[in-house]
């Protein structure tokens, strides 16, 4: 499983819940579910029908959002899920999707109850501010009203819904984090890592206002609006060039709403931008301003500085950290211990639709 694999179901799941989150209720549970309501087991692990359904809804939201018939017509979503694509069967694919989401989540569950990780304070009262927010949003404050809603949305109860999303924070963040921070990389492996990879990490950080030379349905302006936005840009350079505070002509000026909120700011590694743009960057030296048109439009730009290895540092940290860490996943995920082992009758009984 590769770390995109992991941040897409993060962001998955984040979609769904408006956050991330976990507490495993099984060992400890003398109301743990019977025989019938076990949808797989996993090492120790069950997996209850009502995890199964939820991670079951969120693989076909999904798989709808990216074939891109999320949100039509009945008919449309409908045919999709009849429709085989190369031989496979899309509802199968859902299921196996949710089996397989469920699996890596139960093996971080059983490594966060080996160490007696449990949800922090911090955690605890994110949770509960995010179940409220269902009740008031969705429920209007009422708390049947968003049993509900969840019962109708996700297919589960409120309190279902809790318990889950408590698995999901201990697993993801609780067990997760500490894993990365167990690691203990030493700086001279992130150095090596940096200078065998100083092309990827060679940045320019600048920051910019865009005026913008192209209407809602990026089609060009007009020749009169076009001379208009190039004698403002012209302006604005001037007044960067006097010593105007930059962030403030941002604030004032950019049309940009990717970094007009960070002063302008962006941080750009060779041929990532606009050619034009590109050939500013990485042709500028301390103290320069430019003017580059693209197709975007009118861009001020400020020169800041070329990107030192202090200034990836971090970064570079956290991509071994994932590296290491997507490495130990994929390690358990092939160990036979976490073999799942389905409830077919039971999986076979559920419908995608």
């Given at each position: 499983?590769?770390?995109?694999?992991?941040?897409?179901?993060?962001?998955?799941?984040?979609?769904?819940?408006?956050?991330?989150?976990?507490?495993?209720?099984?060992?400890?549970?003398?109301?743990?579910?019977?025989?019938?309501?076990?949808?797989?087991?996993?090492?120790?692990?069950?997996?209850?029908?009502?995890?199964?359904?939820?991670?079951?809804?969120?693989?076909?939201?999904?798989?709808?959002?990216?074939?891109?018939?999320?949100?039509?017509?009945?008919?449309?979503?409908?045919?999709?899920?009849?429709?085989?694509?190369?031989?496979?069967?899309?509802?199968?694919?859902?299921?196996?999707?949710?089996?397989?989401?469920?699996?890596?989540?139960?093996?971080?569950?059983?490594?966060?109850?080996?160490?007696?990780?449990?949800?922090?304070?911090?955690?605890?009262?994110?949770?509960?501010?995010?179940?409220?927010?269902?009740?008031?949003?969705?429920?209007?404050?009422?708390?049947?009203?968003?049993?509900?809603f969840t019962q109708e949305t996700y297919g589960i109860k409120f309190s279902q819904y809790e318990a889950i999303y408590k698995d999901y924070v201990l697993a993801y963040e609780i067990f997760v984090k500490k894993f990365k921070q167990d690691l203990?990389?030493?700086?001279?492996?992130?150095?090596?890592?940096?200078?065998?990879?100083?092309?990827?990490?060679?940045?320019?950080?600048?920051?910019?206002?865009?005026?913008?030379?192209?209407?809602?349905?990026?089609?060009?302006?007009?020749?009169?609006?076009?001379?208009?936005?190039?004698?403002?840009?012209?302006?604005?350079?001037?007044?960067?060039?006097?010593?105007?505070?930059?962030?403030?002509?941002?604030?004032?000026?950019?049309?940009?709403?990717?970094?007009?909120?960070?002063?302008?700011?962006?941080?750009?590694?060779?041929?990532?931008?606009?050619?034009?743009?590109?050939?500013?960057?990485?042709?500028?030296?301390?103290?320069?301003?430019?003017?580059?048109?693209?197709?975007?439009?009118?861009?001020?730009?400020?020169?800041?500085?070329?990107?030192?290895?202090?200034?990836?540092?971090?970064?570079?940290?956290?991509?071994?950290?994932?590296?290491?860490?997507?490495?130990?996943?994929?390690?358990?995920?092939?160990?036979?211990?976490?073999?799942?082992?389905?409830?077919?009758?039971?999986?076979?009984?559920?419908?995608?639709?």
């Amino acid at each position: 499983m590769s770390f995109k694999r992991v941040i897409l179901l993060i962001l998955s799941f984040s979609i769904i819940v408006g956050a991330v989150g976990c507490s495993s209720r099984e060992a400890e549970n003398p109301d743990a579910p019977d025989s019938s309501q076990v949808a797989a087991t996993i090492g120790s692990q069950k997996i209850t029908k009502d995890e199964f359904v939820f991670y079951l809804k969120n693989a076909k939201r999904d798989m709808e959002q990216l074939s891109g018939v999320y949100g039509k017509e009945e008919s449309v979503i409908k045919k999709f899920w009849e429709t085989k694509v190369a031989g496979e069967d899309p509802m199968a694919t859902a299921k196996e999707k949710s089996l397989n989401a469920l699996k890596e989540l139960k093996i971080l569950l059983t490594h966060a109850k080996s160490q007696n990780l449990k949800l922090d304070q911090q955690s605890l009262d994110k949770i509960k501010a995010h179940m409220d927010s269902i009740v008031k949003d969705h429920g209007k404050g009422d708390q049947k009203k968003a049993d509900k809603f969840t019962q109708e949305t996700y297919g589960i109860k409120f309190s279902q819904y809790e318990a889950i999303y408590k698995d999901y924070v201990l697993a993801y963040e609780i067990f997760v984090k500490k894993f990365k921070q167990d690691l203990n990389i030493p700086d001279k492996e992130i150095s090596d890592y940096y200078n065998n990879n100083k092309k990827t990490y060679d940045r320019v950080i600048a920051k910019h206002v865009l005026i913008s030379t192209v209407d809602s349905e990026e089609k060009e302006l007009p020749q009169a609006k076009l001379d208009e936005k190039k004698k403002l840009a012209e302006d604005i350079l001037q007044k960067a060039k006097i010593g105007t505070d930059f962030e403030s002509l941002v604030k004032q000026y950019s049309e940009d709403p990717g970094s007009k909120d960070k002063g302008g700011q962006i941080q750009a590694a060779r041929g990532r931008t606009v050619k034009e743009f590109d050939q500013w960057l990485f042709s500028a030296k301390d103290g320069d301003f430019g003017l580059v048109k693209t197709k975007y439009g009118y861009h001020i730009i400020k020169y800041i500085k070329r990107t030192t290895f202090d200034d990836v540092k971090l970064e570079i940290k956290e991509e071994l950290e994932n590296q290491k860490y997507n490495a130990k996943i994929e390690e358990w995920l092939k160990d036979p211990n976490y073999t799942v082992k389905p409830n077919k009758k039971l999986i076979d009984s559920i419908s995608v639709l």
